[in-house]
Every structure is written in C-alpha cells, then in structure tokens.
C-alpha cells in the first residue's frame, strides 16, 4: 500500500483487515463548533471517546480508522492523521476522529 501511495498519493485503498493503529497520545483540547462545546480529550482516550459524551449520535462503526464513518471537517488545527484510508485532499480538511490526534494539542471541529 505505500508503494501505491508513492506513485498515486489520492489513490484511495481500501483495506480489509484492521490495521494497527495507537489513538493514544497527548491530551487534545477540542472545540465543538456548532455544539458550542469545548472539551478536553485525557492522553488515554479517543477524541471519537470524548465527542460521544456530548453528541451521543455521532456516527461512527470501526473505531479503528478503517472505515470512514466518524470522518469530521476540522475547522481550525493541525491534525495528526492516523488513519490509513484518508487521500492527502481529503486530510486537507478532515480527520477520522476515532484515531486521529492533533499535532498542536487544539482542534476545531464542525459538529
Ligand atoms: S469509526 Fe471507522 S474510521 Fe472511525
């Protein structure tokens, strides 16, 4: 899969199998735009984790940044993409929130 990605960066793949991937890391405080909610995600849990404590019907299926589900426009921030579907358009102007961080330790999200 990353020669693929060498030659065709947008190359969408598809994989069938989780891959392994680590959601842990610093803690990341987000902003929740159109909630108007700010919340703090601790070193050891998910922003997918702490975003379903507020706004329970958020969507998302694999947990494990595979599926595409839980994919969020970031407004604002860097984020520190984990996962191994999204292109690097898409990566421009979204994340997976179920295992993705934040380079900055900030992000604004639209939900
Ligand atoms: S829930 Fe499947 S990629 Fe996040």
Redesign the pocket.
């Known amino acids: 899969m990353d020669a693929v990605l060498t030659v065709r960066p947008d190359a969408r793949l598809e994989r069938f199998h989780p891959s392994t991937v680590h959601a842990a890391g610093e803690e990341v405080t987000v902003e929740l735009r159109r909630s108007g909610k700010r919340l703090t995600v601790p070193a050891d849990r998910t922003v ?1 984790e702490a975003v379903r404590e507020e706004l329970p019907d958020v969507a ?11 994919r969020v426009r970031v407004l604002a921030g860097v984020p520190d993409h984990r ?1 191994e579907i999204l292109t690097e358009r898409e990566r421009e102007h979204s994340m ?4 993705s961080r934040a380079r900055d330790g900030e992000l604004t999200l639209d939900l």
């Not at 998302?60 to 839980?70: A, L, P, R």
């Not at 997976?96 to 295992?99: M, S, W, Y």
């Open positions: 997918l998302y299926s694999c947990e494990q940044g595979f599926c595409g589900t839980c996962d997976l929130i179920c295992v």
